[in-house]
């Protein structure tokens, strides 16, 4: 069975410091990854997708990838309150989405 | 472009009524998704319909029935609801064509079976 697992947390980290989120996949043929914010009571609204080993960057967040590993990352800088929220990864698997369970962040002021 | 919309917003059922969750999207999207999200879980995909004209079981289909009625909307029936089909309910949509692929989502149907 496809699986994407992340960390649940919840992981608390300072305001203005860098907060790393984690994701492993497990189908190696996946070619597209995502990151989703989910606010608490709120739908899942997309904040990186990626495609290519390597990093890419958009604003505060980088998202690197490494297909090698099967392993999706993503760095937020400069954390503000406003950031915490859970970070859903997802992993592209024919026409659906294989969805992690979500890490939660707490940015402390 | 209102993008994904779901009604109602809110719902208590008691157990062994029927009722119907609407989604309907304006962003010409081929694919379409059923999901329910469990409180400290992730998404759970319940029925899914890749093209107009067809519909797919996802992880958990037992007591939901979909319907894919055009391109643009894509509903949920719960025949006899039971309390452990309380949950919020996501609808999302996709285009498959080309390299962004991403879903998108409505707001969501929080539901309550008694």
């Known amino acids: 069975q496809k699986e994407v697992e992340q960390n649940s947390g919840p992981l608390s980290v300072p305001e203005g410091a860098i907060a790393s989120l984690n994701c492993t996949y497990s189908?190696?043929?996946?070619?597209?990854f995502f990151w989703y914010r989910q606010y608490s009571g709120k739908s899942p609204e997309l904040i990186m997708s990626?495609?290519s080993n390597g990093d890419k960057e958009d604003g505060r967040f980088t998202a690197q990838l490494n297909k090698a590993s099967q392993y999706v990352s993503l760095l937020i800088r400069d954390s503000q309150p406003s950031d915490s929220a859970t970070y859903l990864c997802?992993?592209?698997?024919?026409?659906?989405?294989?969805w992690g369970a979500g890490t939660k962040l707490i940015i402390k002021p | 472009n209102a993008g994904v919309t779901q009604t109602p917003k809110f719902q208590v059922l008691k157990t062994g009524q029927s009722m119907t969750l609407q989604c309907a999207q304006d962003?010409?999207?081929?694919?379409m998704y059923w999901y329910r999200q469990d409180p400290g879980m992730g998404l759970r995909l319940i029925y899914y319909?890749?093209?107009?004209?067809?519909?797919d079981k996802g992880e958990v289909p037992n007591g939901y029935n979909v319907s894919r009625l055009n391109k643009r909307e894509f509903s949920l029936r719960l025949e006899s609801a039971a309390p452990s089909q309380t949950s919020v309910y996501f609808c999302?949509?996709?285009?498959?064509?080309?390299?962004?692929?991403?879903?998108?989502f409505g707001p969501g149907t929080r539901l309550t079976v008694l």
């Open positions: 189908d190696r043929v996946s070619q597209s």
């Open positions: 962003m010409n999207h081929n694919s």
């Open positions: 319909s890749a093209s107009e004209g067809t519909t």
């Open positions: 999302a949509s996709r285009t498959v064509a080309g390299g962004d692929n991403e879903q998108f």
């Open positions: 997802a992993v592209n698997s024919n026409y659906q989405l294989i």
């Open positions: 990626i495609y």
